[in-house]
């Protein structure tokens, strides 16, 4: 699997991931849904930067996805982060 398809698999678990999070925002409690959301839409923030990123190289030769291997890294580290935190509320 070269980089390109490594990084559009990442964009496609993350909108797995904010998906299942947006199916469970009904269960949230009230005062628990203003952070929730926040920290839903920061998810989606990072996702975002990714997908910009990936299209940006969409064309892009092998040799620059292999360049550009640390902003995907570290874009689904930083999603990973927000992920956890989410995922703080439920625990």
Do not use: H, P
Not at 6 to 26: L, S, T
Not at 65 to 76: D, I, P, R, Y
């Amino acid at each position: 699997m070269n980089r390109k398809e490594k990084a559009k698999k990442q964009i496609d678990e993350m909108d797995d991931q904010i998906k299942v999070w947006e199916a469970k925002i009904d269960s949230v409690k009230a005062e628990s849904k203003a952070k929730y959301k926040e920290k839903l839409a920061a998810l989606k923030a990072k996702r975002n930067e990714v997908k910009a990123k990936y299209d940006e190289l969409a064309n892009a030769t092998e040799e620059k996805w292999e360049e550009a291997k640390g902003v995907f890294s570290s874009a689904s580290e930083s999603f990973k982060e927000g992920f956890n935190k989410l995922k703080s509320l439920f625990d």
